[in-house]
């Protein structure tokens, strides 16, 4: 990190619960069930830790050295549980922010998920809960598979060649951010070894994802009072490691310091491939 990363000891901080696999020798599988609860297999344990604000260091923080940023972004959507405008406004929005962001040649949204904290709402509306454990989105192979269900082969073949990352785009649709907000991990801090590859099954496929284990020597950070004009972009794969970093492993986690009338958390991540 750069000087100001650096002083992170000096930045604000709260105390929170963040949950990690324990690599004992049974393999992660999360399940995602019909009335679309994740569910998994697997030992998994809690660990008190400290995170940082990121909102402080901000200006500090890059796709390709920490794994994650703090931007502001305003958006026409009005409703983010409509679809149509998701797609016909939003995924515009998103696809020239990152480009014009990462300076890549082509960026292209193909996933999001809406994720609703409160157990009424999730059902009204049909959307995903937060999910509460440490862990990536793709593995090496899985974000390469990736391109290759979604583009014509010949098409896809050729966009390997190329250096390319995935970028999850997460924001909140209704309000601040307080009661379940997101924790991310540097990526700079994280070993490989960290990270051991889960089975991701739904009816209609089977995915791969990522468990991280916990290392007392990694950075943990969060940012305090999301506003719905901001947005956290987070590194989910890259396929050149070696020279732009690895990914940010990240969690939901509960807030044991947010208003006992803070509203529960709407949010929505939209995922995109940004090819080199």
């Not at 000087?3 to 929170?16: F, K, P, R, T, V």
């Not at 010949?154 to 209704?174: C, H």
């Not at 009338?261 to 090819?275: L, M």
Request: glycine share 4%; hydrophobic share 35%; with cysteine.
């Amino acid at each position: 990190m750069n000087d100001q990363a650096n002083n992170a000891l000096e930045i604000s901080s709260i105390n929170a619960k963040l949950t990690f696999f324990v690599d004992n020798g049974e393999p992660p599988i999360n399940y995602l069930t019909e009335d679309r609860v994740l569910e998994r297999t697997g030992e998994y344990r809690e660990h008190d830790l400290l995170l940082r604000d990121a909102r402080e260091i901000k200006d500090a923080l890059s796709l390709d050295k920490q794994g994650f940023q703090l931007i502001s972004h305003n958006t026409k959507v009005k409703s983010f549980y409509n679809e149509d405008e998701v797609s016909n406004i939003y995924n515009s929005e998103v696809e020239s922010l990152i480009k014009g962001i990462t300076k890549a040649k082509s960026v292209v949204v193909f996933d999001h998920t809406v994720r609703v904290e409160d157990h009424n709402l999730r059902s009204e509306k049909n959307v995903r809960e937060p999910v509460m454990f440490v862990h990536n989105d793709y593995t090496q192979d899985s974000g390469r598979q990736r391109v290759r269900d979604l583009f014509p082969r010949e098409e896809a073949e050729d966009l390997l060649t190329r250096r390319f990352n995935i970028i999850n785009i997460w924001r909140s649709i209704e309000g601040i951010v307080q009661t379940t907000p997101l924790a991310f991990c540097d990526a700079d801090s994280i070993n490989p070894g960290q990270l051991i590859t889960a089975e991701r099954r739904t009816k209609e496929r089977v995915g791969y994802t990522q468990a991280m284990t916990f290392n007392e020597k990694n950075s943990w950070y969060y940012v305090s009072d999301m506003k719905p004009n901001e947005a956290v972009l987070l590194k989910t794969f890259e396929s050149d490691e070696l020279n732009f970093g690895g990914p940010s492993g990240h969690t939901a986690f509960k807030n044991s310091n947010a208003p006992s009338n803070a509203d529960a958390r709407q949010s929505i991540e939209t995922r995109v491939f940004a090819f080199y």
